[in-house]
């Protein structure tokens, strides 16, 4: 069975799909509105949150939610969808680990080479960060809860939304795209938009793009579940800067001036299809049209056979 598809396996209704992502939406809405309406600067909150409580500090207090996000969209998955959460996540009988670690382990070698080659070819750029009573919290704080945000992320759009879009529409094409548009729309609010400008939009739905792709041709999460973890955990003990939405005690921090040139396109025109071939050619994906296109198959009611929704 299609991973896509898995969302006919437990109990449809969509009231039980609009529930959590009204409720998910509901919440970023509410809280863009509340800044808009108190006219509340939002870097300088952030920065007087830092110099009070420390970054650290500040990095858990943002990830927590992410975790009680995941937790009850878990809960709703089992308990009102009635659906495993291995079908939530995968097509395959359990959970493919080694798929997670290979993807983790790939972009985070990759984003850590990248990161020490900025470093060397402009050192003028970064100063050096580390303090290591600082880090090694940093350090649990993120291998903890960074992949659990990162998971939630994937677990939502790439998993629940995607699933129970393909329920409705009955195809794969509107699905990738429409999780895609709103994962990088999510990213709206962060400093990076304001400081680089509305480019790096690009680069945030090109990844949800990227993203939805390799779940789709791999026919679950598991790599879109490592890569994820691995940008933003590897990043967030690797640098940071005073313009980004992660601001860690990390080893350096960027003290260049915020731009955005042609280096915000590569990762999207350069990098992810090279990872797309790698990933290809190791898990031998194939009918790459049907895949991404072609018509949802749905479950028959009378026994475990399917068919194709005209």
Do not use: C
Request: aromatic share 16%.
């Amino acid at each position: 069975m299609d991973f896509i598809q898995q969302g006919n396996t437990g109990k449809l209704g969509k009231w039980k799909y609009l529930l959590p992502v009204l409720g998910f939406f509901g919440i970023i809405a509410l809280n863009f509105v509340a800044i808009l309406l108190l006219d509340l600067d939002v870097d300088e909150m952030m920065r007087k949150s830092i110099e009070r409580n420390g970054a650290n500090w500040f990095l858990f207090e943002s990830l927590i939610p992410m975790a009680i996000f995941l937790a009850g969209l878990f809960i709703w998955v089992k308990y009102v969808h009635k659906q495993s959460i291995t079908s939530l996540t995968t097509s395959r009988k359990k959970i493919d680990w080694k798929r997670i670690f290979f993807a983790f382990t790939l972009w985070g070698i990759i984003t850590a080479a990248m990161t020490i080659a900025a470093y060397y070819l402009t050192p003028e750029d970064f100063v050096w960060n580390l303090d290591w009573n600082k880090f090694l919290i940093l350090a649990a704080i993120a291998i903890v809860l960074v992949p659990i945000q990162t998971s939630f992320e994937e677990y939502f759009f790439r998993g629940y939304l995607m699933q129970g879009l393909a329920t409705v529409v009955k195809n794969r094409w509107f699905p990738l795209l429409f999780t895609s548009i709103v994962f990088g729309l999510m990213h709206g609010a962060n400093p990076e938009v304001d400081k680089l400008g509305p480019i790096i939009m690009v680069y945030y739905i090109g990844t949800g793009l990227f993203l939805g792709v390799i779940t789709l041709m791999d026919e679950g999460l598991e790599l879109a579940l490592g890569f994820h973890a691995a940008n933003n955990l590897i990043t967030a003990l690797l640098v940071t800067s005073d313009w980004t939405a992660f601001q860690t005690d990390s080893i350096f921090r960027d003290v260049s001036e915020p731009s955005a040139g042609f280096d915000i396109l590569i990762p999207v025109l350069v990098i992810f299809p090279i990872l797309l071939f790698v990933f290809a050619k190791k898990y031998n994906w194939t009918n790459w049209k049907e895949k991404l296109t072609g018509k949802i198959v749905a479950i028959s009611t009378s026994d475990d056979n399917y068919k194709v929704i005209d």
